[in-house]
């Protein structure tokens, strides 16, 4: 990891937790407000360290855009948790064979990049 990219991913992880102590939430609870800041912390946390040992510049590249992305969604939306999607069910493919893997493919391009560490760690 470069120096620049170190100080990015370090510069995200303050700017993670300094969103969380300042986090409200939507309703103005506070039961909900500490439940909320407590999902933000160990959300960074979990995925910080999991990524630690990434050395790929591309993943780590994509590790960044992501983090990026949730902190945007979830403060333009007001809501620390990954917003759900709608992807077309799988129905109509055959149990196996080329339109099934056609069909995967799909669904994996499909998935927002906000999204792709949320299906890992859940």
Excluded at 28 to 54: D, H, M, P, W
Excluded at 65 to 73: D, F, G, M, P, V
Excluded at 77 to 100: E, F, S, V
């Amino acid at each position: 990891m470069t120096p620049v990219t170190r100080q990015e991913v370090l510069g995200l992880y303050r700017k993670v937790l300094q969103i969380a102590k300042n986090w409200q939430s939507a309703s103005g609870q506070i039961e909900e407000t500490t439940r909320e800041k407590e999902y933000i912390r160990n959300e960074a946390r979990t995925l910080f360290r999991k990524n630690k040992n990434v050395t790929d510049p591309k993943l780590i590249k994509q590790c960044i855009e992501e983090c990026e992305a949730r902190i945007e969604i979830g403060l333009h939306y007001n809501i620390p948790y990954p917003r759900p999607i709608h992807l077309p069910p799988m129905g109509l493919a055959h149990k196996q064979g080329r339109t099934l893997r056609h069909q995967e493919k799909l669904r994996k391009i499909s998935k927002p990049i906000y999204l792709k560490s949320h299906d890992e760690i859940s």
